[in-house]
């Protein structure tokens, strides 16, 4: 399997020649999920949902097929008719030709004021990959190989980033949600998680690939 991270919370996956995307939001590249069999949204909030760039998907594949939670689903089900499922935390399916379960059900808090929305994340292939959108889950009784670490956020600390990194101990991890993280704090941000996070971490630029398992 071969990952490449696409501009802020978006990855590709490809397998066996057929390729799933993760969370095509506004600040990806306009062409995120062209190519795409598989499309999986964790959330609403536009960096990780943006319709112009699922349709670009879609319409480049009239094969390709999304899948979801209910409140993205329910804004974009009549844009693809028949091609958009809703998910939710314990479901599991195949989505061209990778294994995926559901873990998590809501947004982390980003202020006390703030209602917190849905958000799922997708464990790929019994663990090969997770992503866990824009929440600290842990996916219980399962081991990940490389954790997709959501690095900054209004909703986190590099402190609570850690301690993520320490619940799941994955094999390694590589930085998503990144694209508001200054390239100057970045060696700052690099040297605690390197040095606490008790694991391989990394991050790739844009269009960068790296090979899973």
């Not at 071969?2 to 919370?9: D, F, G, I, R």
């Not at 804004?75 to 693809?80: E, G, H, K, T, V």
């Not at 930085?175 to 390197?194: E, K, N, T, V």
């Amino acid at each position: 399997m071969e990952l490449t991270k696409k501009t802020h919370a978006c990855v590709r996956l490809e397998k066996d020649g057929r390729t799933l995307v993760i969370d095509p939001g506004v600040f990806s590249e306009p062409d995120a999920a062209v190519g795409a069999d598989a499309i999986l949204v964790t959330h609403e909030h536009m960096d990780h949902f943006d319709e112009g760039r699922l349709r670009a998907g879609m319409e480049a594949n009239p094969g390709a097929q999304i899948w979801t939670l209910a409140a993205v689903a329910d804004q974009i089900s009549a844009a693809f008719p028949g091609r958009v499922h809703t998910v939710g935390e314990g479901d599991a399916f195949t989505a061209a030709g990778f294994d995926i379960e559901v873990h998590g059900q809501l947004h982390a808090v980003i202020h006390p004021d703030i209602p917190r929305i849905t958000n799922v994340g997708y464990l790929i292939d019994g663990g090969a990959v997770f992503h866990p959108g824009d929440a600290l889950t842990v996916p219980e009784d399962r081991t990940v190989d490389t954790l997709l670490l959501p690095v900054h956020a209004p909703w986190n600390k590099v402190a609570e980033v850690i301690d993520y990194l320490r619940a799941v101990t994955p094999r390694r991890a590589v930085d998503i949600h990144d694209s508001l993280l200054q390239d100057h704090a970045r060696p700052i941000y690099d040297g605690m998680i390197d040095k606490l996070g008790g694991t391989d971490h990394g991050r790739l630029a844009p269009g960068a690939a790296t090979t899973l398992g």
